[in-house]
T-cell receptor, first 112, second 117 residues
Framework: SQQGEEDPQALSIQEGENATMNCSYK?????LQWYRQNSGRGLVHLIL?????REKHSGRLRVTLDTSKKSSSLLITASRAADTASYFC????????????FGSGTRLLVRP | DGGITQSPKYLFRKEGQNVTLSCEQN?????MYWYRQDPGQGLRLIYY???????QKGDIAEGYSVSREKKESFPLTVTSAQKNPTAFYLC????????????????FGSGTRLTVV
């Protein structure tokens, strides 16, 4: 079952620009997480936001959460070519705690 | 360095053959997970384990089996009953579980790419 859906599916920007990715989900959550995956590699945990939080920052990353709209966004500021990767949101839902359900991802290309 | 080790990196399976993917972690994490990723897709949960000697089916468990005899190890067997096993398999671990006092992110291995020949 697919809980999270990312939008857009693919994004191409110039180095230095900001990148915004969105995630929508269907059922109530305990927390929402964002991960990055470089081609052919495992996923790397970026940031976790709890259901009672609205915004969180980590370096060049800013995550927002709107539980009323069941959506989250990931903003990467001042993008670099090394940010080129796929980005996934994952939800820890109230009715299936302790296991994450991943979305289909956004493929980000940052052009030098 | 602590982390998760998946082996082999590439695996080729003949029709009707069972193969086992290894996943070992030295992070002292209670929970371990197996996900399957198809090209251009998200991750789908195969099996997960919150504690030694206990595991639960995920969304796509048919044709797969696991064991959790040690905290550090969570091998996945792809059986001949799995008709379309070609995919990228990812193992993950987490502190999160029944004993967790706050949520944690997952740590992933680098994956095993399985191809049917």
């Amino acid at each position: 079952s697919q809980q999270g859906e990312e939008d857009p599916q693919a994004l191409s920007i110039q180095e230095g620009e900001n990148a915004t990715m969105n995630c929508s989900y269907k059922t109530s959550i305990n927390n929402l997480q964002w991960y990055r995956q470089n081609s052919g590699r495992g996923l790397v945990h970026l940031i976790l936001i709890r259901s009672n939080e609205r915004e969180k920052h980590s370096g060049r990353l800013r995550v927002t959460l709107d539980t009323s709209k069941k959506s989250s966004s990931l903003l990467i500021t001042a993008s670099r070519a090394a940010d080129t990767a796929s980005y996934f949101c994952a939800t820890d839902t109230v009715d299936s705690s302790y296991k994450l359900i991943f979305g289909s991802g956004t493929r980000l290309l940052v052009r030098p | 360095d602590g982390g998760i080790t998946q082996s082999p990196k590439y695996l080729f399976r003949k029709e009707g053959q069972n193969v086992t993917l290894s996943c070992e972690q030295n992070l002292n994490h209670d929970a371990m997970y197996w996900y399957r990723q198809d090209p251009g897709q998200g991750l789908r949960l195969i099996y997960y384990s919150q504690i030694v000697n206990d595991f639960q089916k995920g969304d796509i468990a048919e044709g797969y089996s696991v064991s959790r005899e040690k905290k550090e190890s969570f091998p996945l067997t792809v059986t001949s009953a799995q008709k379309n096993p070609t995919a990228f398999y990812l193992c993950a671990s987490s502190i999160a579980g029944r004993q967790a006092t706050r949520p944690y992110g997952y740590t992933f291995g680098s994956g095993t790419r399985l191809t049917v020949v």
